[in-house]
Structure formats: C-alpha cells, structure tokens
C-alpha cells in the first residue's frame, strides 16, 4: 500500500497536513518498504491557526496530489482537511511528536506483517477488493465456459 507522510526536511513526520512543504511517498509490504516520489507545496499554510482565503485551494490541491495514497501521516489536520482527507478515501493518522520515517514505515511494516488492526485490514480489504473481484470474476467466467 502507499502512504504518504507530511514532512518538512524528508527525514521526520514533523509538518502539519496544509504546512507539510513535501509529501514523501512510499510503498509499504509485509516484506519492506520503498521510495516512490516526494511530492512538493510551494503555497502552505505558516501553520498559526488562522484560515486564509485561498486555504480551501491548498487542500483540494493536496488531497488531489495525493490520490492513490491509503494512509496519510500528518502531525496535525485540521477537521476540515481531514474531513475531505476521508472523503478521498485516505486515511490520515496524526503523529504526536516529530519521529523519524523511517520509524513510521517500520511501524506500518510490523502491522502489514502480523495481525493487523482492524482499520487498517479494512484499508487492506477495500484497496484490494477491485482485483480480488476482478479474479473472482476471471475464474467464474472460465467455469462457465468449460461447462
């Protein structure tokens, strides 16, 4: 699956969702992990509180940019950015403290690897659906030809 973690330097989960100045992407496996892309903001928020005008334009153009992602890692997002965050189908996850990435992926590794949490076997559930169904459908269509 891809995740995607709000960072300010590409070593630390340290921004704010509409502060973040890179999103580092990664795709994340039972097995390991890999660098996919960093995707880069020039228009961010100076993270103080107060709305602007324009902010509904930044996270539109977020959200968009981050279609495809599962898992959002973020140190804080605001209700409405989360709100439209979900409604894209990412799952966003606020991280407390600034923590390194590569300690986030190894976390999300350790879970994909065991016995997930239910949330995150719905994620796995709902990303994998559509190629489960495909197969499905595949091997139902062979079966009615050989009859």
């Known amino acids: 699956m891809k995740v995607a973690l709000a960072?300010?330097?590409m070593k630390t989960v340290n921004a704010h969702f509409n502060g973040a100045r890179h999103m580092a992407i990664y795709e994340v496996g039972p097995d390991g992990y890999s660098f996919v892309e960093v995707i880069q903001f020039?228009?961010?928020?100076?993270?103080?509180?107060?709305?602007s005008d324009d902010g509904e334009d930044r996270v539109r153009a977020k959200v968009k940019a981050l279609d495809g992602i599962a898992l959002l890692f973020v140190k804080a997002i605001g209700g409405p950015a989360a709100a439209r965050v979900v409604q894209s189908r990412i799952h966003p996850m606020k991280i407390p403290n600034d923590e390194p990435i590569v300690d986030v992926l190894?976390?999300?590794?350790?879970?994909l690897k065991g016995n997930p949490p239910p949330w995150l076997r719905k994620i796995m559930t709902r990303d994998g659906a559509g190629e489960?169904?495909?197969?499905?459908l595949d091997d139902e269509d062979m079966a009615e030809e050989s009859l």
Do not use: I, P
């Not at 190894?106 to 879970?111: E, G, L």
């Not at 489960?132 to 499905?136: A, H, P, W």
């Open 132 to 136: 489960n169904r495909l197969d499905f």
């Open 42 to 51: 020039d228009a961010v928020s100076d993270e103080d509180g107060k709305h």
């Open 7 to 9: 960072t300010q330097d």
């Open 106 to 111: 190894d976390r999300v590794q350790t879970m």
